[in-house]
């Protein structure tokens, strides 16, 4: 183990706060990648259907979620598995999500695609970041590539087990029955 | 390569360094192994959530409540858990102790409380077997992400990776030859991160009151003091920069309890303790 703190000091005081002035997202997998990392070796159509509006509300119903289901990437392999991906909103940030169904109706994987840490409306405003000017940070933060090793946050993957929940709704009250 | 999987009640990213001239078979058995990664991480999971009614740990629970001195195998991922978590209670003086469950919010009997025991009344014995001398209610909540990240190491240095990084809602461990730079979330509510320091080939976990406030049960902090029962209710960031994500997760519980960084404990698991204000 190593480990070099700017000063070696136990404790740090709050100096090297930096805001983050864009908005940057973490991609994970890409939709055809998150296709092999669940289904290895199987082939996915993309089924185009238009969600009946009473499926609609019993998702949102049964889980909560209110964000609008936008059912762009609905596939279905041969063998009868499915790969369903949805986008929901956490605490601030737009989610990307896969979920893979084996033939039998069970949940086979649950994969981020990707994760948009925006917090949109908090970055404009301008009182938020005037309160960072002049103050140094040590360390050049490229955020793309450094910010990438962040402890001291547990982000709740709730909306997403939500998510998850709406996915199967969607299953079983209309997929399976296709 | 990168992943994330929603696990352990957080996202549990996954990182492993690929070379820029990588073949599309290697790429694949990478993902495979994230694969395996992700299933030895959410075994820890269901064998070790206290919230998962058939979980060993919920199992035990409550078997301690009907015939004292029961004996009980357990699987040795959680033997080796129990062997931990007593090793940091005895060091620690019992600061940290992952038998605090009957003090959370969500607890159903008030009156049970003090009947309750800790991590220390257990018995280790041979074979995984462990007696329960007393009515416990175990949580390693404390612990138990610390030691899937560390399982998950596991299997990523059997598999020869040279360089990685599992990092499950702030509990991450690296391998390798590389340094990361570490960076502690400041708010949840705004995007400011506080430039730590530099690690390779080690461990950082923070706990911190900050956050993960039981809202809806009066805004407690979920962090305990097992000698008196009470919520550590200040501002502070406890972060632990130790050889294992295990060792880091425990001792930052033992850090925002005392506050002490001079406890000699650190030294003993070649831990250093971080406080930020």
Redesign the interface.
Known sequence: ??????SYL?????V?????GQVFA????SVD?VK??IF?GEVFTKIDIEVPELIKEKMRKESGVRYAYQQKHIWKSSQGSWLLIDEVVG??EMIT?AVGINNKGQIHG???LE?N?S?GE??REKK?LEQ?KGRA???P?RFNQ?????????????H??NGVQRLMVLYREYLSRT | MRRNRPMLGTFVELWIEEDLHINPEQMAFNQEIGNVVYQQMEKVQALMSSHDKSSEIAQLNRLSKTVPGIVFTLHPWTYEVFMIAQRVFAETGGVFDCGVGQYSPSYPSKSDQLQDSGIGSIDLLENYQIRLNQRLQIDLGGIAKGYAVDRGIEVLKNFEIKNALINAGGDLRIIGGIEQSIYLKESLYRDAYIYMGKLKDGAVATSSTRFGRDNKKGGMSYLINPKTGECIEDDLSYSIVAPTCVVADCLTKALAIEKNIHAPYFETFGAIPIIVE
């Open positions: 183990m190593q480990w070099h703190s700017p136990a404790v740090i005081c709050l090297t706060t930096a805001p983050l973490k991609q994970y997998l990648e092999q990392v290895s605490k601030h999500y649950v994969e981020i994760y840490e917090y908090q970055i938020w960072f940070a040590t360390e933060l450094e910010i990438k090793n962040i402890t001291g946050a547990t982000l709740s993957s709730k997403v087990t």
